[in-house]
């Protein structure tokens, strides 16, 4: 799912912004950086707060605009898996001093 939304990014990052959210966030940056923050701010509040179906929603705009900001930044989702593929193994109290 995540390759295939991947796909569709940056397929639409090219489109008119005017009818395409991808397209409006390619077109600023600094847009795109601000509403993955505001998406991971309401991921946290309905963490704390809301129930289970509000915070998978929340998640998914989270993820949504990860995907997005990453193609924006030209850095594939395989270069990130492989950075977590590389910290597997190593307890996360450690991991740290392995970068
Ligand atoms: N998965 C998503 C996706 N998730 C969330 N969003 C948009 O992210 C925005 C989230 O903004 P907010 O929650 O802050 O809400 P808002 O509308 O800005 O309003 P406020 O709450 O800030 O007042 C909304 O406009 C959502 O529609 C998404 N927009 C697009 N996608 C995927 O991207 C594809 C291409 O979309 P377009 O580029 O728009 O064609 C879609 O088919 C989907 O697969």
Redesign the pocket.
Known sequence: MLDR?EA??RQ??T?DPA???????AADPAFAAR?LG??AV?LVVASLAQDRSVVVKEA??V???LV?LLAIKDVPLSEVAAELTRREGVSGLDEKASR
Do not use: G, N, P, V
């Not at 009818?19 to 966030?25: I, N, V």
């Open positions: 939304l569709t990014i639409r990052m489109a009818t395409s959210y991808t397209a409006k966030l509403k505001e998406e309401e998914a705009d993820l949504f605009h997005a």
